[in-house]
């Protein structure tokens, strides 16, 4: 009959085989988990209770605290694995957080759904203060749109708003026109002046 051995440690110069009947009837078994098992330092007793008291009170992080648990109760003592956590912790903070893995636009960093780059807006505010025209991608899962005057536009809608505000400029354009002539003339020449003319 074939059998996989495991060798537990019982002293330094003997080996215990969990299959052979001869040497479990010999040494205890107690023994052996002794070995495998370092006994629990105070403060780590005093850590473990504090665990699991964690575990109660903030479910969402039990598997975690179960984790740090399992990791005292296999060193023996608190400490070191207390140290080692609160270093992982201390990495995760100084860590620049990733960029988005889709979009090289997108400004969200980490793990993230929903995309949006910086805005850009027009090089002057308004008379208070306020951005004028602010214009950026998104993309909620739905494709990359433009946000463009509070809407969602596709590219091409975007590519006709533009047109629009390319228009409205240039009647604006013929406004201060008609303001730097002194003109007082009729309505007339504010159509005039809307007409682009």
Not at 3 to 13: D, E, K, R
Not at 74 to 88: F, K, T
Not at 91 to 120: K, M, N, V
Not at 161 to 180: F, M, N, P, S, Y
Request: aromatic share 4%.
């Amino acid at each position: 009959m074939t059998h996989a051995t495991t060798s537990l440690p019982v002293h330094a110069s003997t080996e215990l085989d969990i299959f052979d009947a001869d040497q479990r009837t010999r040494v205890p078994a107690a023994a052996g988990l002794a070995a495998l098992t370092p006994a629990l330092t105070p403060r780590a007793v005093r850590v473990l209770g504090q665990i699991e008291q964690a575990q109660q009170d903030y479910p969402e992080m039990a598997n975690f605290l179960g984790l740090v648990a399992q990791g005292i109760r296999d060193a023996g003592d608190s400490a070191a694995i207390l140290d080692e956590v609160l270093q992982l912790m201390q990495e995760q903070r100084t860590a620049p957080p990733a960029p988005c893995p889709a979009y090289s636009w997108c400004a969200e960093t980490g793990d993230h759904d929903e995309h949006f780059s910086l805005y850009i807006t027009a090089p002057t505010p308004d008379a208070y203060g306020r951005d004028v025209v602010p214009v950026g991608l998104i993309d909620w899962g739905k494709g990359v749109k433009v946000g463009l005057l509070d809407l969602d536009l596709t590219p091409a809608e975007a590519r006709a708003k533009l047109a629009e505000l390319r228009a409205h400029l240039d009647h604006v354009e013929g406004l201060i026109a008609l303001a730097e002539q002194g003109a007082t003339g009729p309505a007339a020449d504010i159509e005039h002046a809307r007409a682009g003319q």
